[in-house]
Each structure stands twice: as C-alpha cells, then as structure tokens.
C-alpha cells in the first residue's frame, strides 16, 4: 500500500516516466518537462522518490536507481493496457 500510496501522489509517476523514459535530467530540466509542476512539488517528489530508493542524485541529475527501473519495467504494460482503453473508450463515443 505504501508503493500505491507514493505513486498516487500528484506528478510522482509523471517524473518515474520521465527520467526512465528519458534518460538523467536536472531539476530545471525535469520542470520543463513538466510543465505546470510547482517547483516546491517537484522537490517534494524528488524528496519522496530519492527517500523510497526509486532514484538517485548522479552526475548527469536525477536518474532511477535500479529498483526505478525494475517499478517502471512492471509499469510499461498497464501504459499498453491504457492506450487499448482509451481507444476503446473513444470508439464508444463515436456517434
């Protein structure tokens, strides 16, 4: 419960996605790439995520750890599963 409890979080999975996805960012970076994201949350769930050993502090900026990595391996398939809903969804509301 505790993994689901820091994943629901605001912004956490978005910024697992992108330094998984996307390779080692900064903390400016990694505000671009989120766009609308507070930078006192993105501080926060960078605070969370280093806490849970979900990712580190390297010499390129925030990377994940291997752990990362392996959450983000075990994530990919409901991303596929998410994309087939929400085609279905949409054909659904095709008049």
Known sequence: MALFDLLGRNWTMRILWELCHGGPSTFRELQGQCESVSPGVLNSRLKELREAQLI????????????GRSLFEVILPLDRWSKRWATSLARRQMP
């Open 56 to 67: 580190e502090l390297g010499d390129e900026g925030y990377q994940p750890t291997p752990m």
